[in-house]
């Protein structure tokens, strides 16, 4: 790796870290710089994922204490999404790798799309909270079942789509159902990360820079959230994932 590709790298992880822990989207900004940077799509994915593992473990840290008052939906969700992200995981390193470079294009401008409409989706929570909403049983393990084989599978919008599935189906306040996301989307990674260790080509090198960079880049991002509003950021991720999507569509 040439000293070009490392800065390269570096930046984008720093840039994943700071729009992780302002507005999300981060890995809109770390997977595409892993292509530029040469590495095939899978490669770049598994990598990906590795790399920012250490970000979702301290979201599902920050919010133990309302994860704690809801132990059995925890372990019933968590199970249901273990399972969808060991199928995901297995389409990822079973299925012929020039399937999965055909539908990055889409996946990234479908994660992109999701991003977008992430306020949409929290107005909706907010509303189905207020309105007292019943739990809506099997339709919330379905739910998690597919974001979970989504997560296991790309991973980039996975928290936004766990949001709008808990928020709409559970009867639950913001703060707990923002746990809730936080734990599933770590148990979905975690599944993830192993699997792609044990069986996937990761590269280590960057995954080392972009792990100590998206650190990095979370420390400056809650520092930047008190001066720069969420919306500038926000646009800046949507503007960035629709251009490197539709590059890779047509070019």
């Not at 059995?72 to 199970?79: C, F, N, P, V």
């Not at 990234?108 to 809506?136: C, M, N, S, Y």
């Amino acid at each position: 790796m040439n000293l070009g590709t490392g800065l390269l790298l570096g930046g984008a992880g720093v840039l994943a870290g700071a729009f992780n822990a302002v507005a999300g989207g981060g890995s809109l900004i770390s997977f595409p710089a892993l292509l530029a940077a040469g590495y095939g799509s899978v490669t770049a994915n598994v990598t990906n994922t590795v790399a920012l593992w250490p970000g979702y473990l301290g979201g599902a840290v920050g919010y133990r204490k309302e994860l704690a008052a809801d132990v059995r939906r925890l372990t019933i969700l968590g199970a249901v999404s273990v399972v969808g992200s060991a199928i995901g995981s297995l389409l990822l390193l079973t299925a012929p790798a020039a399937t999965f470079t055909a539908l990055v294009p889409w996946l990234i401008l479908g994660a992109t799309a999701i991003f977008a409409v992430q306020p949409l989706l929290a107005a909706k929570v907010a509303q189905r909270r207020e309105a007292g909403h019943r739990d809506r049983g099997a339709w919330v393990y379905l739910g998690v079942l597919l974001s979970s084989v989504y997560g296991g599978y790309f991973g980039a919008g996975l928290g936004i789509m766990l949001l709008g599935v808990l928020g709409t189906l559970l009867p639950l306040g913001l703060q707990a159902i923002n746990g809730l996301k936080n734990a599933l989307s770590l148990a979905i990674n975690t599944l993830a990360m192993i699997a792609f260790v044990i069986f996937g080509p990761v590269a280590w090198l960057p995954v080392v820079i972009m792990a100590v960079a998206s650190l990095l880049g979370g420390y400056v991002g809650a520092r930047i959230a008190r001066r720069l509003p969420v919306r500038v950021l926000r646009t800046a991720v949507i503007v960035f994932g629709t251009v490197v999507g539709l590059k890779l569509l047509f070019w």
